[in-house]
C-alpha cells in the first residue's frame, strides 16, 4: 500500500507536471518594443500581443526603451510580468523594477544606458519548481579591444511575490562565468524531464560552448564542449528548434557562417556539426526553426533563405526565399534589411529589419517549402520605431521527452498525456472575425469549423507549438457554429456565434 501510495504521488506530480507545459498559453505571447516616451510620436513604446490569435500592435506610454537587447516574460494568462534592455529591468508599468538598476556593470553599459544593442545578451527563465521566481541570464560587452566580447555571464534573479506583486530584484550581477565569451548568444531549451533548463553560451576566438544546468537548487557550474567552427567577436543569432533536438548558430563572416547540429536535451550535449558556408557578403542577420523543426531560416541583411534539415544534403537543400526589395520605411536612410528573427505563437515568424524602422517582415507558413512559406517584405506596419527588438524567447512549453533515461524526476511519461485544456474563443458572439487560444501541443493539429447542419465551412493547420489562432467567418450565415481542434486522437471544441 505504501509503495502505490507513493507510486500514485508521482504520477500526480507528473501529470501536473506535463499539464502545466502543454496548458499555458501566456509566457512569450507579449512582445515589447519601442522607444522609451521622452521623445514625441514616432518615438515611444509599442506592444506587439498574440494572445489572441492575431497580432494586437497598441502603443504605449513607458520609461523603457529596447534596442537589440530585449527580454521579458508574461504569466500563464499573458499579463506582463518585467521586461528587460540589458541596461535596467522594467516592472509591468514600464517603470523600473525595484532594485532593478546597475545590471551588467562595465563601460559599455554606462555609455547605452538606454537599452544594449547586443543580440540576444539577456535570457528569462521562470525557476524550476518555483511559482514567483525568475531567473535572468544575462551579459554585456567588458573589452573592446580589439573587438568586442564579454569576460563575465550574470545571474540576476527576480521575485514577483514583492512589492505588491510587481517584484523586485533579490540577487544581482551574480557571476557564473569568468572567461571570454562571445557577445549575447544567449539561448536555452527544456532538459528532457520537461522541468529544468540547459542554458548554452560560447567561447570567444574557440570552438567552446559552455553548457549550465538549471534546477531547483539553482545553476550549475559551466561545463565545456569542444565542437563546431571557431567563433570570433559576432552578431548574428543562436537558436534551438522547437522540439529542442536542433540547435542553429549564425553570424555571416567568411568561413563562419552558418552551423547546424543535433542536441540532446539528457546531457546537454551537442554533436553532427553541419557547416554551410553561404556566398554572400552580409556579415549579421539571424534564424529561426519553424514550428516543426523541420525548415530552418536564414535572414542575412539583404537576404532570407530557408534549409531543410531533413534533407540528405542540408546545404544543397537552400531555397532564396526573399531579396531585399530596396524598401525604405519611413524614409531613407532606414532600409528595411533582414535582422533578427524570432518564431511567434501564432506559428508564424517575424523578422526585424536591423534598423529602427516602422516595419517588420513576417514568414506567414514557416512549414511550407520553398517559395510556399509565405515570406512577406514588410508587412507588419507598425505605428512607432522598432529598433530591432524582437524578444529573446525559448520554447517556455516544451515537456520532457518520454521515456528518457535522463529522467531526474525519477519516471517517464510515456504513458501519461495531459488531457486537452478547453479552447476559448474572443470575442463571442462576433461578425465573424474569431481568434482561438489554446494549449501549446508538441505535433501540427487542425482546426474546423462546421455550421448547423454539419457541413464543414473552414478547415485550416495549427502549427505544432502554437497557443493562438484568427478564424474569419465573416459572410457565412449568422447563426451557432462549432469549431473542433483536433491533434492526432484528441481533440477539443467550442461554440462560435456569428451575428448579422
Request: charged share 15%; glycine share 10%; hydrophobic share 40%.
Amino acid at each position: 500500500m505504501v509503495l502505490g501510495s507513493i507510486r500514485s504521488v508521482w504520477v500526480c506530480m507528473l501529470y501536473a507536471l506535463v499539464l502545466d507545459t502543454y496548458a499555458q498559453q501566456g509566457l512569450n505571447n507579449l512582445w515589447l518594443g519601442g522607444f522609451d516616451s521622452d521623445g514625441p510620436p514616432p518615438f515611444g513604446g509599442l506592444d506587439l500581443d498574440l494572445q489572441s490569435g492575431s497580432m494586437a500592435i497598441t502603443t504605449v506610454s513607458r520609461a523603457i526603451g529596447y534596442r537589440r537587447t530585449s527580454a521579458n516574460i508574461t504569466d500563464a494568462n499573458g499579463e506582463l510580468l518585467f521586461s528587460t534592455n540589458g541596461a535596467f529591468i522594467a516592472n509591468a508599468t514600464g517603470d523600473t523594477l525595484l532594485n532593478g538598476t546597475g545590471l551588467n556593470p562595465s563601460t559599455y553599459t554606462s555609455n547605452y544606458p538606454e537599452g544594449l544593442y547586443i543580440p540576444q545578451a539577456c535570457l528569462i527563465l521562470p525557476k524550476p519548481g518555483s511559482a514567483t521566481i525568475y531567473y535572468l541570464v544575462h551579459s554585456t560587452v567588458d573589452l573592446q579591444v580589439p573587438n568586442y566580447f564579454a569576460t563575465q555571464l550574470y545571474l540576476t534573479v527576480v521575485d514577483m511575490s514583492m512589492e505588491g506583486g510587481l517584484g523586485a530584484v533579490v540577487l544581482k550581477n551574480e557571476i557564473l562565468l569568468s572567461d571570454s565569451l562571445v557577445g549575447g548568444k544567449l539561448t536555452a531549451v527544456r532538459h528532457a524531464n520537461g522541468r529544468d533548463w540547459w542554458v548554452l553560451c560560447h567561447k570567444k576566438a574557440t570552438n567552446i560552448f559552455f553548457r549550465l544546468l538549471v534546477t531547483p537548487g539553482g545553476i550549475s557550474t559551466p561545463q565545456p564542449q569542444a565542437i563546431g567552427v571557431v567563433r570570433n567577436y559576432s552578431g548574428g543569432q543562436v537558436c534551438f528548434s522547437p522540439q529542442g533536438d536542433k540547435f542553429a548558430y549564425y553570424w555571416g563572416m567568411a568561413g563562419e557562417d552558418l552551423e547546424i547540429f543535433d542536441f540532446d536535451r539528457c546531457t546537454g550535449l551537442l554533436s553532427d556539426p553541419v557547416h554551410i558556408l553561404i556566398n554572400d557578403a552580409n556579415n549579421h542577420g539571424g534564424v529561426a526553426f519553424s514550428p516543426s523543426g523541420r525548415y530552418l531560416y536564414v535572414s542575412s541583411i539583404e537576404d532570407v533563405y530557408q534549409y531543410d534539415t531533413e534533407a540528405p544534403d542540408i546545404a544543397t537543400s537552400m531555397v532564396h526565399i526573399a531579396e531585399w526589395d530596396g524598401f525604405y520605411s519611413p524614409n531613407p536612410p532606414l532600409a528595411t534589411l533582414f535582422d533578427i528573427a524570432q518564431l511567434a505563437p501564432d506559428g508564424k515568424i517575424y523578422i526585424g529589419t536591423g534598423n529602427s524602422t516602422d516595419v517588420l517582415h513576417v514568414i506567414h507558413d514557416p512549414d511550407e517549402a520553398g517559395a510556399t512559406c509565405n515570406m512577406e517584405q514588410h508587412g507588419i506596419s507598425l505605428p512607432r520605431y522598432f529598433e530591432n527588438s524582437l524578444p529573446n524567447h525559448p520554447n517556455y512549453h516544451l515537456g520532457p521527452v518520454d521515456g528518457s533515461v535522463c529522467d531526474s524526476l525519477g519516471m517517464g511519461v510515456a504513458e501519461l498525456q495531459a488531457p486537452l485544456a478547453a479552447a476559448t474563443v474572443s470575442p463571442n458572439p462576433s461578425a465573424g472575425s474569431v481568434n482561438l487560444s489554446y494549449g501549446a501541443q508538441r505535433e501540427a493539429g487542425e482546426v474546423q469549423v462546421l455550421d448547423a447542419q454539419g457541413r464543414v465551412v473552414l478547415r485550416e493547420r495549427l502549427p505544432a507549438w502554437s497557443t493562438v489562432h484568427a478564424v474569419e467567418l465573416v459572410g457565412e450565415p449568422a447563426g451557432m457554429y462549432h469549431c473542433r481542434l483536433q491533434w492526432g486522437g484528441r481533440a477539443t471544441s467550442v461554440r462560435v456565434i456569428v451575428q448579422p
